[in-house]
């Protein structure tokens, strides 16, 4: 069937590297001459960028193509992209025989070759043999979603091959984007009126520059000076290569968020020697010290996984020790889930579902004790915090802070401020997961700031 309606949509489904990719996918979508559309039933090409990650991220594409299969009569497409159809490739239309795109993320550049097939009528189209690739996607054409807050990729793939991690086969080997690329990519940016930018990567620590000139730590420092930038982020870290010459780029460059999100995924150094993560307890607390060293105090993140093949009671006990001693303000905690081709698939996956259950609630029990904590500190300080929105119902704004906490706000004015401004608020109340506060600014201000962003306003923009 040839294409003849050039309407699509398009869903994402797991990490911000897959949202950053759908942002680029869309603008050459665009570029090619295709109109978003809201809905499946209105689109001539559906599109869904898949997550593999754990086997319920990928149940729930199987789900999603399951209940849309019979607008397939109706004579619409389906592609699959990410990490689900690189782990799956042609089986996928086995699985879905209706699919008509198979590609995973190394080979988004092939897109506009792609949907020439497609529109020519060809069916099984793939992008699947593209992960040994040394190039990276970047296209002009990215259609960011947000108009003030957005990401750059600065490395793809990943080479670490921890025991439990498909990424290494769903996105392919690391690559890295040259710092003139990422830093022209900023500037774009920052004339269009972006202020915050985050840099993605799944180990941006390994960041290498193709031509030499910088390092991540210099990248970094790089991109928080370029005019009108007011907030830069990174994620994600790795332990293993994470320098102490990032902490001192953040402590010399006030633009530099005060948050570093470093996953540690288990407590013991027995799992992570068993995980292939290449550090121990005793290295990742070396450079949370260095980290907790800063000038400012800098907010800590990580992510965690309960229930990895052997882990013992004791193992686990070193995992809420390590949290105690962290003292994180957010911790992203999940189940082990055996993964196809993951070197920890032929371990026994030997630690039953009740016990892993069990483990990760008296993580998130502790977790969010510790966290009440933490946020009570900032009552009666005042942090500056970047509008996202309004919750109407309340008469409050929210937004976050440089060290990425949530802080819903009062303003004393009668229009409240619109996105993408920032403001001074005095924290008045903390819960574990949020902050509260009142803005200290005039109501006049607080107008004038308004009216500006809505004076620029426009939907989408392609940077
Ligand atoms: N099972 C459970 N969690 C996993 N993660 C990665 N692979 C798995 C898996 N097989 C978690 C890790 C990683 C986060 C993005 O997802 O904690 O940091
Ligand atoms: Fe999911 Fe990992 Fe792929 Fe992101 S890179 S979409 S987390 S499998």
């Not at 730590?217 to 907030?231: C, K, N, S, T």
């Not at 903390?430 to 200290?440: D, H, I, M, R, T």
Request: hydrophobic content about 35%.
């Amino acid at each position: 069937m040839a294409l003849l309606d050039k309407t699509f949509y398009i869903e994402t489904f797991g990490c911000q590297m897959n949202v950053h990719d759908s942002e680029k996918v869309i603008g050459t979508l665009v570029h090619e001459g295709y109109r978003q559309v809201e809905t499946e039933i209105e689109a001539a090409l559906i599109l869904y960028n898949t997550c593999s990650i754990r086997d319920k991220a990928e149940q729930k594409v199987f789900n999603r193509l399951n209940d849309y299969k019979a607008l397939h009569k109706k004579g619409k497409r389906f592609a699959v992209l990410g990490c689900v159809a690189q782990q799956e490739g042609e089986k996928i239309f086995e699985r879905a025989p209706y699919v008509s795109l198979v590609s995973g993320s190394a080979s988004y550049r092939k897109l506009p070759e792609m949907l020439a097939q497609l529109e020519a009528g060809e069916e099984r189209i793939t992008g699947l043999d593209d992960r040994q690739t040394d190039e990276t996607f970047e296209t002009e054409f990215t259609a960011r979603s947000n108009r003030h807050r957005g990401y750059i990729t600065i490395i793809e793939g990943c080479d670490k091959f921890c025991a439990y991690c498909v990424v290494p086969y769903t996105r392919g080997k690391e690559r890295s984007r040259t710092s003139h690329s990422v830093l022209a990519e900023a500037r774009r940016m920052a004339d269009a009126g972006y202020t915050d930018i985050q840099l993605l990567g799944q180990n941006v620590n390994s960041y290498k520059d193709p031509s030499g000139k910088m390092s991540f730590a210099e990248l970094l420092a790089a991109v928080g000076q370029v005019a009108g930038i007011r907030r830069v982020r990174f994620t994600t870290s790795h332990p293993r290569d994470f320098t102490r010459d990032i902490v001192e780029a953040i402590d010399a460059q006030p633009t530099l968020c005060d948050h570093v999100h470093l996953p540690v995924q288990s407590g013991s150094s027995h799992v992570l020697k068993r995980m292939q993560r290449e550090y121990t307890r005793e290295w990742y607390l070396e450079r949370i010290a260095w980290i907790q060293a800063a000038r400012r105090p800098i907010s800590l993140t990580t992510d965690i996984i309960v229930g990895f093949p052997g882990e013992t009671d004791e193992d686990f006990e070193q995992t809420i020790t390590l949290l105690a001693q962290v003292q994180y303000d957010a911790v992203f905690a999940f189940k082990y889930s055996p993964r196809p081709n993951t070197p920890a698939i032929s371990m026994e996956d030997s630690i039953p579902e009740e016990i892993k259950t069990q483990r990760l609630q008296i993580l998130l029990d502790r977790q969010r004790e510790i966290q009440r904590k933490n946020y009570c500190r900032h009552i009666g300080e005042i942090v500056e915090v970047m509008v996202e929105g309004h919750n109407t119902a309340r008469g409050q704004v929210f937004g976050r802070s440089s060290q990425n906490k949530v802080v819903n706000f009062t303003v004393d004015a009668p229009i409240l401020p619109a996105p993408g401004n920032y403001l001074n608020v005095r924290i008045t109340q903390a819960f574990p997961n949020s902050l509260l506060g009142e803005a200290v600014v005039s109501g006049r201000e607080a107008a004038q700031m308004h009216l500006s962003i809505q004076d620029a306003s426009i939907e989408i923009s392609i940077v």
